[in-house]
């Protein structure tokens, strides 16, 4: 008997784990890690008298420190902050609403309005900034006509044209096409709290909204943490509506100019502006620490705290 | 059935080495931002060239306009860009010539057919050597609708005071809109705006050549006042002018309900193949009756050969070919609007076209203002200039700050004189 104790025990060395990683590892640096590494690297690199030169910390000096490159950078800056702002509160909550009136058991045609509010998602942004231009088109748009017919054109105005409004009117076109995503996750994470839960809720007196607000809505917290930051990383990334919409010089007035735009335009250049590198990978490592920033405060800070409930 | 099947052995052995011979063809790609011209070049322009030149075959291949700059430099880097390269005028190419990736062209047998003004836009700062062919220049002024005109019994407009009368009538009648301009794609209103009705006031070349040398400001009134006329449009454009399109406003003209466009030439195919009434264009209207007028008469495109190409004397052929009358003739008959920057006059049998290049005959041309040297740096003038001019007509800023703010930015990296 002590003698099947005592045997060493031979593992054979598990090739298959990193035989099935490969794949996946090696996709993963070719097309992310490098190309993440190579913009950091060229953020810290720029043209001196015709030659790519180490030049340290000498692009953010430039762009945090010459007025007009901080100028551009702290209006994309705050545009985009406006920007994940409107989708925090109009986005999500709207999705969450929709979510919960979906789960309502008595609702009919569930599968119809599920995919009806889900399909703009699927459309291309190019689709969505085209057809959103001609709605709120002041010449041809239907917006005026239809705010005609309920007696509401004194509150039409040309708003993707006007440096306010123009910020906001973008930013609910992304809530239009985006709140599939905040509705779907939120259903499935209601869909899977558990009869019993709600059942003896019921028994103990709690329906309709308040057993929404007291038995649901925590339950599905966790949930609506992932959609948080999925908008945030979403967001701070974000540039082809605005690009399909107001172009790349972000109009008017660069009151729609968000990180993705100011990018794009310093990175490739825009008509007569020719395109700088080392910039553009300055701007873009900003961003990737921005998001990288956001991304650890919600994992340590919030996620770390927030109750989880097991079944 | 043996002779048959022998006829068609005898004729694919045939046809296989023709096809043989084609492909002993040097092949020529063309870059190109015209993806407008492709048929034109396909039906015309490359069937001519090829009959006359056997053995060297073209292949146009456009990109998208905003796109070809970025693509045609990542590809040149790259060294998988075509043989002939499309010239944008001024530094986008003259950069592409200091990096050794356009071919020095001076030499180049077919140039001595443009004038130093044409061949202006593709040389170095110092006019020594050129590196592209002038191609096609544009020109600025009005188009309106003839029909529109007559109804309301509206000459011709020649001096400012006659184009804003002009204007009160159209507006007082009420079923045109007297401008067809929007700001929403804001290159329209710097483009067809600023750079349209500015060289009155600059006095053309004088004026940009000051700009250049620092003699002259942004905020000078000669460069302010432009501003000020374009925030005077404001009342005469369209409801919801703040976000109409370009096209918005190429269809609000060519469907009839605008009285005036402001245009430059290469809306004139467009137009005459869309529009229903009779067209006519004025240039942009003088102080005062009897003032030197000035027109912006823009080279826009030419034509470069990359240095890499591996046929360097067969893109030469084509480039002395470009340079021909034979090319001016068919290219601006094509294209009416494109016009030719050759020395030889072409006749063009568009009427449209005849007016605008009939005003070269009168009034002194001049380049866009942004286009050379001054946006080499950052902030781009071009660009913040398309913004300015907006914000002008939108009246987000007063056209004295939108000087300033020009004028600043382009003090932030530009030293006059160096």
């Known amino acids: ?311 | 059935m043996t002779r048959f099947l022998k006829g068609m052995l005898f004729a694919s052995t045939v046809l296989a080495s023709a096809g043989a011979v084609h492909a002993a063809d040097v092949t020529l790609t063309i870059e190109s931002w015209r993806n407008d011209d492709l048929a034109i070049w396909q039906e015309k322009l490359i069937p001519a060239f090829e009959k006359a030149n056997p053995g060297i075959k073209l292949k146009f291949s456009p990109t998208a306009p905003t796109e070809y700059n970025a693509s045609l430099n990542a590809k040149l880097d790259a060294g998988s860009a075509g043989d002939i390269i499309t010239c944008r005028p001024f530094d986008a190419s003259l950069e592409l010539f200091n990096k050794k990736q356009l071919v020095d062209l001076t030499s180049l047998s077919g140039m001595a057919n443009f004038s130093p003004v044409a061949k202006a836009a593709w040389s170095t700062d110092d006019g020594k050597s050129t590196f592209c062919v002038p191609m096609a220049s544009v020109i600025h002024g009005f188009i309106y609708n003839k029909d529109a005109f007559d109804k309301l019994g509206i000459s011709v407009p020649k001096t400012n005071e006659e184009f804003f009368a002009a204007l009160d009538k159209i507006k007082k009648d009420g079923n045109y809109i007297p401008l067809a301009m929007g700001t929403k794609d804001l290159w329209e209103a710097a483009t067809m705006g600023y750079q349209n009705i500015g060289p009155n006031y600059w006095k053309g070349e004088d004026g940009r050549k000051a700009l250049i040398e620092g003699k002259e400001k942004l905020t000078d009134p000669e460069w302010v006042k432009p501003y000020e006329e374009l925030a005077k449009w404001k009342p005469y454009l369209g409801d919801g002018f703040e976000a109409q399109t370009y096209s918005d406003s190429q269809n609000l003209f060519t469907l009839g309900r605008a009285a005036i466009y402001p245009a430059g030439s290469w809306e004139i195919a467009l137009f005459t193949s869309q529009a229903q009434f009779k067209m006519g264009a004025f240039p942009p209207p003088v102080l005062k009756a009897g003032d030197t007028g000035y027109i912006s008469d823009h080279p826009d495109i030419g034509v470069g050969l990359n240095a890499k190409s591996t046929h360097q004397e067969e893109a030469k052929k084509f480039l002395t070919w470009v340079a021909s009358p034979e090319f001016a003739n068919i290219y601006a008959n094509a294209l009416p609007g494109f016009f030719s920057l050759n020395s030889t006059p072409v006749k063009m049998s568009d009427p449209l076209a005849q007016e605008f290049v009939s005003w070269r005959a009168s009034f002194k041309p001049t380049v866009r203002s942004t286009y050379q040297i001054l946006s080499r740096g950052k902030p781009n003038l071009e660009n913040e200039t398309w913004v300015e001019s907006a914000n002008v007509i939108n009246g987000t800023d007063t056209p004295k700050v939108a000087g300033e703010k020009l004028q600043k930015g382009l003090d932030g990296w530009y030293k006059p004189g160096k």
């Not at chain 1, 420190?65 to 509160?89: K, P, T, Y």
Request: glycine share 8%; with cysteine.
């Open chain 1, 1 to 311: 008997m002590t003698d099947i104790d005592t045997a060493p025990i031979k593992r054979p060395i598990r090739w298959h784990i990193g035989v099935f990683l490969a794949p996946a590892f090696v996709v993963y640096t070719a097309i992310m890690i490098l190309p993440l590494i190579e913009t950091l690297r060229l953020s810290f690199y720029n043209t001196v008298d015709g030659a790519s030169t180490f030049v340290g910390l000498a692009n953010y000096q430039v762009l945090f420190g010459e007025q007009r490159w901080s100028h551009d950078f702290w209006n994309a800056l705050v545009n985009n902050l406006i920007f994940f702002v409107i989708h925090m509160c109009v986005q999500n909550p709207i999705g969450i609403a929709l979510a919960a009136l979906l789960s309502v058991p008595k609702l009919r045609f569930v599968a119809f309005y599920r995919t009806a509010i889900f399909l703009p998602t699927l459309l291309s942004f190019v689709i969505v900034g085209f057809i959103w231009k001609l709605i709120l088109s002041p010449i041809w748009g239907v917006a005026p006509w239809l705010m005609s017919l309920v007696g509401a054109k004194w509150m039409f105005a040309p708003w993707l044209g006007q440096s306010g409004p123009a910020l906001i009117a973008v930013s609910l076109i992304s809530n239009w096409q985006y709140i599939g995503i905040p509705m779907m996750l939120i259903y499935a994470a209601l869909l899977s709290i558990p009869e019993e839960v709600i059942e003896a809720a019921e028994m103990d007196g709690i329906t309709g909204w308040s057993q929404f607000w007291k038995i649901k809505l925590p339950l599905i917290l966790p949930a609506i943490g992932i959609i948080s930051i999925l908008t945030f990383v979403g967001n701070f990334n974000a540039f082809d509506l605005v690009y399909t919409v107001q172009g790349a010089l972000a109009g008017p007035d660069m009151s729609t100019d968000i990180l993705g735009t100011l990018l794009y335009r310093t990175f490739f250049g825009f008509q007569l502006q020719l395109g700088d590198r080392s910039m553009g990978a300055t701007i873009a490592t900003v961003m990737f620490l921005i998001i990288l920033a956001g991304v650890s405060f919600y994992l340590f800070a919030i996620q770390r705290r927030m109750r989880r409930y097991q079944f």
